[in-house]
Protein backbone atom coordinates (compact mmCIF):
# COMPACT_ATOMS: atom_id res chain seq x y z
CA UNK A 1 0.00 0.00 0.00
CA UNK A 2 0.52 3.94 -0.62
CA UNK A 3 -0.19 6.56 1.60
CA UNK A 4 0.28 10.18 0.64
CA UNK A 5 -0.06 12.94 3.09
CA UNK A 6 1.03 16.56 3.57
CA UNK A 7 -0.90 18.56 0.99
CA UNK A 8 -2.92 21.55 1.43
CA UNK A 9 -3.48 25.26 0.55
CA UNK A 10 -0.03 27.19 0.23
CA UNK A 11 0.07 31.28 -1.50
CA UNK A 12 2.25 31.51 -4.42
CA UNK A 13 5.98 31.18 -3.53
CA UNK A 14 5.22 28.98 -0.04
CA UNK A 15 6.24 25.67 0.14
CA UNK A 16 5.02 22.28 1.38
CA UNK A 17 6.34 18.64 1.48
CA UNK A 18 4.60 15.77 0.57
CA UNK A 19 4.97 12.28 1.84
CA UNK A 20 4.44 8.95 0.66
CA UNK A 21 4.12 6.01 3.39
CA UNK A 22 5.11 2.56 2.05
CA UNK A 23 3.82 -0.49 3.60
CA UNK A 24 3.63 -4.53 2.66
CA UNK A 25 5.12 -3.73 -0.55
CA UNK A 26 8.11 -6.16 -2.40
CA UNK A 27 11.53 -5.14 -1.13
CA UNK A 28 12.55 -5.47 -4.78
CA UNK A 29 10.67 -2.23 -5.79
CA UNK A 30 12.82 -0.46 -8.14
CA UNK A 31 11.43 3.24 -8.01
CA UNK A 32 8.96 5.33 -6.28
CA UNK A 33 7.78 8.38 -8.26
CA UNK A 34 5.35 11.60 -8.06
CA UNK A 35 2.98 12.36 -10.25
CA UNK A 36 0.17 15.01 -10.29
CA UNK A 37 -3.17 15.57 -11.69
CA UNK A 38 -4.78 18.50 -12.13
CA UNK A 39 -8.06 19.15 -13.30
CA UNK A 40 -9.10 18.07 -16.75
CA UNK A 41 -5.77 17.20 -17.37
CA UNK A 42 -4.36 13.98 -17.75
CA UNK A 43 -1.58 12.72 -14.91
CA UNK A 44 1.93 13.78 -14.89
CA UNK A 45 5.09 12.61 -13.88
CA UNK A 46 6.83 15.06 -11.44
CA UNK A 47 9.79 13.34 -9.96
CA UNK A 48 10.93 9.85 -9.36
CA UNK A 49 13.76 8.15 -6.90
CA UNK A 50 15.56 4.54 -7.95
CA UNK A 51 16.01 2.22 -5.09
CA UNK A 52 19.07 0.72 -6.53
CA UNK A 53 21.42 4.27 -6.70
CA UNK A 54 19.14 6.85 -5.60
CA UNK A 55 18.82 8.57 -9.12
CA UNK A 56 16.51 10.97 -9.22
CA UNK A 57 14.22 12.27 -11.99
CA UNK A 58 12.63 15.28 -12.54
CA UNK A 59 10.35 17.15 -15.18
CA UNK A 60 11.02 20.13 -16.41
CA UNK A 61 8.98 22.19 -14.79
CA UNK A 62 9.90 21.40 -11.43
CA UNK A 63 13.32 21.28 -11.87
CA UNK A 64 14.71 23.61 -8.85
CA UNK A 65 11.91 23.78 -7.21
CA UNK A 66 11.26 20.47 -5.99
CA UNK A 67 13.36 18.02 -4.38
CA UNK A 68 12.62 14.03 -4.23
CA UNK A 69 14.26 12.36 -1.06
CA UNK A 70 13.71 9.21 1.65
CA UNK A 71 13.58 8.70 4.80
CA UNK A 72 16.50 6.40 6.48
CA UNK A 73 14.07 3.17 6.19
CA UNK A 74 14.82 3.23 1.96
CA UNK A 75 11.41 3.07 1.15
CA UNK A 76 9.11 2.69 3.85
CA UNK A 77 9.01 7.05 3.84
CA UNK A 78 9.75 9.25 0.19
CA UNK A 79 9.69 12.69 0.11
CA UNK A 80 8.64 15.51 -2.10
CA UNK A 81 9.64 18.79 -0.70
CA UNK A 82 8.28 21.81 -3.00
CA UNK A 83 9.25 25.22 -3.25
CA UNK A 84 8.54 27.93 -5.00
CA UNK A 85 5.22 26.88 -5.28
CA UNK A 86 3.08 28.67 -7.97
CA UNK A 87 -0.61 28.42 -9.18
CA UNK A 88 -0.24 25.71 -12.01
CA UNK A 89 1.29 23.50 -9.68
CA UNK A 90 -2.04 22.95 -8.11
CA UNK A 91 -3.06 19.25 -8.68
CA UNK A 92 -3.69 15.77 -6.80
CA UNK A 93 -0.33 14.23 -6.05
CA UNK A 94 0.04 10.67 -6.18
CA UNK A 95 2.64 8.03 -5.31
CA UNK A 96 3.32 5.56 -7.36
CA UNK A 97 5.51 2.15 -6.88
CA UNK A 98 7.27 0.36 -9.57
CA UNK A 99 7.45 -3.35 -8.68
CA UNK A 100 7.64 -5.39 -11.74
CA UNK A 101 9.69 -3.20 -14.23
CA UNK A 102 11.54 -0.37 -14.67
CA UNK A 103 13.14 2.01 -17.53
CA UNK A 104 15.02 4.83 -16.54
CA UNK A 105 13.87 6.46 -19.63
CA UNK A 106 10.43 6.15 -18.95
CA UNK A 107 10.44 6.78 -15.47
CA UNK A 108 7.24 9.49 -15.69
CA UNK A 109 5.11 7.58 -17.62
CA UNK A 110 2.26 5.92 -15.22
CA UNK A 111 1.90 3.13 -16.93
CA UNK A 112 5.45 1.73 -15.59
CA UNK A 113 3.79 1.98 -11.66
CA UNK A 114 2.11 -1.13 -10.58
CA UNK A 115 0.87 0.52 -6.95
CA UNK A 116 -0.71 3.97 -6.33
CA UNK A 117 -1.54 5.97 -3.62
CA UNK A 118 -5.35 7.71 -2.89
CA UNK A 119 -3.52 11.28 -3.43
CA UNK A 120 -3.32 14.47 -1.70
CA UNK A 121 -4.44 17.77 -2.77
CA UNK A 122 -2.46 20.33 -3.18
CA UNK A 123 -3.85 24.41 -3.88
CA UNK A 124 -1.51 27.48 -4.61
CA UNK A 125 -3.57 30.30 -4.49
CA UNK A 126 -3.84 33.56 -2.94
Known amino acids: QLMESGGGLVPPGGSLTLLCKTTGLSEKEYAIGWFRQAAGKEREGVSA?????????YSDSVKGRFTIFRGTDEFTFVYLQMNSLQPEDTAVYYC????????????????????WGYGTQVIVSS
Open 49 to 57: ISRFDGTTY
Open 96 to 115: GASIFRWDADRWNESEWYDF
